[in-house]
């Protein structure tokens, strides 16, 4: 069975108990982490359906498109799932910043000894 989900060619999700799988962003052409955010299968399936990207928010419990009132859209070139099935990665063609805070990514800044640290 763990053969079929980790080298099969069946896409089966493993939803965590709350229905929801991770999902990393990365630039399609640069390869740069973008963002990361949850799905559930809703959200999944319009990703694929649609290509672009779609999310479970946590906070507001319910379905969102990123770039849906910013403008700011994730066009989703590839979709891949990982061997367990338990997190998706999406490159992805941004059409703007992904972070809400209008940052090229949401990982702008490293953490050091000191504190957190802003890159440029």
């Known amino acids: ?14 939803w965590d ?3 929801l799988i991770t999902a990393v962003l990365t630039d399609r052409n640069s390869g740069e982490v973008l963002m990361v955010a ?5 959200a999944l399936e319009r990703t694929i359906e649609s290509g672009e990207a779609w999310f479970w928010s ?4 319910s379905m969102w498109k990123k770039g849906e009132t910013s403008g700011h859209v994730m066009r989703v070139a590839e979709i891949r799932i990982d061997c367990d099935q338990d997190s998706v990665w999406l490159k992805v063609d941004p059409a703007g910043p992904a972070c809400h805070t209008g940052e090229r990514s949401c990982f702008y800044r490293r953490i050091e ?8």
């Open 38 to 42: 949850h799905m559930n299968q809703e």
């Open 58 to 61: 946590r906070s507001r419990k």
């Open 113 to 120: 000894h000191d504190g957190l640290k802003r890159d440029g």
């Open 1 to 14: 069975m763990a053969e079929d989900v980790e080298q099969g060619s069946l896409l089966t999700p493993r």
């Open 17 to 19: 108990a709350a229905g």
